[in-house]
């Protein structure tokens, strides 16, 4: 069973940049599909990043595409998500997830079975 833990999270202005990161233990990275998702206060979690096994297909939400990227190093056991012109709205609770369905990448929760603890982010005006 894979363990997820997420660091990078902040305190940053608007337009500043974040690199975040996931690392697994206790499973083999490259045997998952993996997400970001994030959730505000008083808000339901809702899918920032996805990115497929091998890293090949990425999928974004509308709200950060354009600013902010997934990627993964298989070899590291590792997901990032550089997040850059940070705005006011993107503050929130960022988690990874871990999905072991076939497929390239998923946007709804359901599809993950493996969840960090979240890191904060907020971006202040």
């Known amino acids: 069973q894979v363990q997820l833990v997420e660091s990078g999270g902040g305190l940053v202005q608007a337009g500043d940049s974040l690199r975040l990161s996931c690392a697994a233990s206790g499973g083999t990275l490259s045997s998952y599909s993996m997400g970001w998702f994030r959730q505000a206060p008083g808000k339901e979690r809702e899918f920032v990043a996805a990115?497929?096994?091998?890293?090949?297909?990425?999928d974004y939400a509308d709200a950060v595409k354009g600013r902010f990227t997934i990627s993964r190093d298989n070899a590291k056991n590792t997901v990032d998500l550089q997040m850059n012109s940070l705005k006011p709205e993107d503050t929130a609770v960022y988690s990874c997830?871990?999905?072991?369905?076939?497929?390239?990448?998923?946007?709804?929760?359901?599809?993950?079975?493996?969840w960090g603890q979240g890191t904060q982010v907020t971006a202040t005006s």
């Open positions: 997830a871990a999905s072991p369905r076939i497929g390239f990448t998923f946007r709804t929760t359901a599809a993950y079975g493996y």
């Open positions: 990115i497929s096994r091998s890293g090949g297909r990425t």
